[in-house]
């Protein structure tokens, strides 16, 4: 049985490095309508743009998007849903996914999938997805988060460093994935529990979170259990860039060609 589940999008305008982002147009379209219509494919129950910004917002409207005003104080999108679950008076046992506005390549399937983690794994707060890394080079990425599970597949750790470190493989400088056990890359989209998102906005950062600039380390920090499915498909790349934007929008254009 399908589990119910509220999906929402929080979208910002600033960007330091480009700002609009989620209006930015991808092959005549704003990229937040591309995720919104990802997220109205996946089975959730109700969609929310969450946002503080009136631009946002009256583009959202016009695409048919349920839109939650927020506060422009909000350091992270986990504490504007905080607040959207408080606005919108949702009860503690919501499961709530957050995807995000700059995720235009976000598959359906992903969304449903975290929910559906989360709604099984009883002593989560959090679920969450990653994939198989299958080159060197992004296993020493910093750019790349890395995680790694125990055996029931609960987060151990999180980090922009390669881990699991494999000690003889590596101790001579080389490049190389570890032998036995599969690296793991981090997939940015989170279910979470209502009751969660309450306790987060009271929960102060951590040095860890503080080290890394990884947002999840605080919530384990605070004692808090991350589920880590593997993903059932590969997502493709989020935009951060002017080069995401462009190499997003041709990978879009591919795909209409394909479906014509």
Not at 4 to 10: E, G, L, N
Not at 15 to 25: A, C, D, I, V
Not at 116 to 136: G, H, K, M, R, Y
Not at 213 to 224: K, S, T, V
Request: glycine share 8%.
């Amino acid at each position: 049985m399908k589990r119910s589940y509220k999906v929402v999008i929080p979208a910002r305008y600033a960007s330091s490095r480009l700002p609009g982002k989620p209006l930015r147009e991808l092959c005549g379209k704003p990229m937040l309508q591309y995720v919104f219509e990802a997220a109205s494919q996946s089975g959730a129950e109700q969609i929310v743009v969450a946002t503080d910004d009136q631009r946002i917002a009256s583009v959202a409207h016009d695409f048919g998007a349920d839109v939650c005003m927020t506060s422009p104080e909000h350091a992270s999108g986990t504490d504007r849903l905080g607040e959207v679950l408080d606005i919108r008076d949702w009860p503690d046992e919501t499961l709530v996914v957050n995807v995000q506005g700059d995720e235009p390549l976000m598959p359906p399937a992903l969304i449903e999938q975290v929910a559906e983690n989360l709604a099984q794994s009883a002593d989560a707060s959090i679920a969450t997805l990653a994939t198989p890394l299958v080159a060197a080079g992004e296993f020493f990425d910093s750019n790349v988060v890395k995680v790694v599970t125990d055996r029931d597949a609960n987060a151990l750790y999180f980090s922009r460093a390669p881990i699991p470190w494999d000690r003889e493989l590596l101790r001579d400088g080389q490049q190389a994935l570890p032998v036995g056990i599969v690296a793991l890359r981090h997939i940015g989209i989170y279910a979470y529990r209502g009751a969660y998102l309450r306790r987060y906005r009271q929960m102060r950062s951590c040095p860890l979170e503080q080290t890394e600039q990884l947002e999840q380390l605080r919530a384990m920090w605070y004692g808090e259990r991350i589920h880590v499915g593997l993903a059932s498909q590969r997502p493709g790349p989020g935009v951060d860039t002017e080069g995401d934007l462009r190499l997003v929008e041709d990978l879009l254009r591919g795909r209409a060609q394909g479906e014509a």
